[in-house]
C-alpha cells in the first residue's frame, strides 16, 4: 500500500503537516515546491546571464524552476515575440541589455504586465563607472570578441586535448601546468576546464607498477601539481564506472587494500619531489580548477622579477 495512495474525499482537509510527518527518511518532506517560469533575455549569446542565473539558483532548495533562454536579442520586432512568451508563461524576467531602447521597451512592457525585472548587470557597471570614472561602451557580447586572448585559449583547449593521459610527454615543457595523480582523480575535466580558462595543461596518470617519463621530473617551465583522494571515495568513484560500463567490479582495480598503496605511492611521489597537492575528495572540478589557478598565480607572483627603482642617493 502506497502512502498517498488515495485522495481525499471532496470537503476533507488534507493535512500536509501530518503526511510530512509519516514520510520515511529517504523521501523529502517538502509537499508543494514554488514554481517559477524564470525568462533570461540577452543580447548576446546569454552565457554570462546563464552563469549568474545558476549561481542564483544554487542557494534555493524545493523550488521548481523554469528556465527560458533568450538570446541574441538586438531588436523590437525579436522583443515584441518575446513578450508574447511572457503572457503565457509569466515569472521573472532577468536580463542583460544594453541598447537602451531595447532596453527601456522591455521594462515598459514587463512593468504592464507586472512581471517583476532584473538587470543582472547594473549594480556591478555602475560601481566600476564610478570608481574607473569612465562609462560602459554598452556594446553587446564584448566579452565575446575574438581577440589575442580568445585566440590564446583555443590554443589552449588543443594542446590540451593533445596531452591527456600521458600523451605527449616529450613536449610537457610547452605546457603551463602538469597535473599528476591515480586514476579517477578527475585529472583530464580539471585539465579541460583550465584549458578554457587559457591555460596549456598536460596530465598523467600515475601507475605503481609503471613509473613516470624521466621528463616530468627534470621540468623547468611547468608547474606540476598532484592530485589525490580519499581511497575510500576512490573506491567508490572506480567502482561506479565499472558499472557504467557493464563491466566487473571484482577487480584489483577497486581493491581496498591496493587502492590505498596506490593512493600512498602518489604522495610519496608529490612530497619527495615538492609538488603541491590539491586534495579532491570534496571538492568539484571548478574547485579543483580555482585552487590550481591560485598555486600558479601564487608562483608567477614570486618569479616575476621586484621592479627596479632609481638607487637612492
Known sequence: MTLLAKRPAAGMQFNHHLVSQSLPWFMRKSIHMTKLNLHLLSDSTGETLEMIAKAALAQFEDSDVTRHFWPMVRSQQHLERIVDEFKSKPGLVLYTLVNEEIRQRLEERCTALGLKHVDALDAVTEALEERLGQEAKGRPGRQ?????????????????????????????????????????????????????????????????????????????????????????????????????????????????????KEVAFARRLFADNGWPVIDVTRRSIEETAAAVIRLYQEREARDRPAQRGTKPI
Open 144 to 260: 565575446h570578441a575574438m581577440d589575442e586572448a580568445y585566440f590564446a585559449r583555443v590554443d589552449a583547449i588543443q594542446f590540451t586535448i593533445a596531452h591527456d593521459d600521458g600523451i605527449g610527454w616529450d613536449n610537457w615543457e610547452g605546457a603551463d601546468i602538469i597535473l599528476a595523480g591515480v586514476s579517477r582523480t578527475s585529472k583530464t575535466p580539471t585539465s579541460i576546464y583550465l584549458a578554457n580558462r587559457g591555460y596549456k595543461v598536460a596530465n598523467i596518470p600515475l601507475v605503481v607498477e609503471s613509473p613516470p617519463p624521466k621528463s616530468l621530473f627534470d621540468l623547468r617551465q611547468p608547474m606540476v601539481v598532484g592530485l589525490t583522494t580519499a581511497p575510500e571515495r576512490l573506491v567508490q568513484i572506480r567502482r561506479n564506472r565499472l558499472l557504467s560500463l557493464n563491466e566487473s567490479t571484482e577487480t584489483s582495480y577497486v581493491d581496498g587494500e591496493r587502492v590505498t
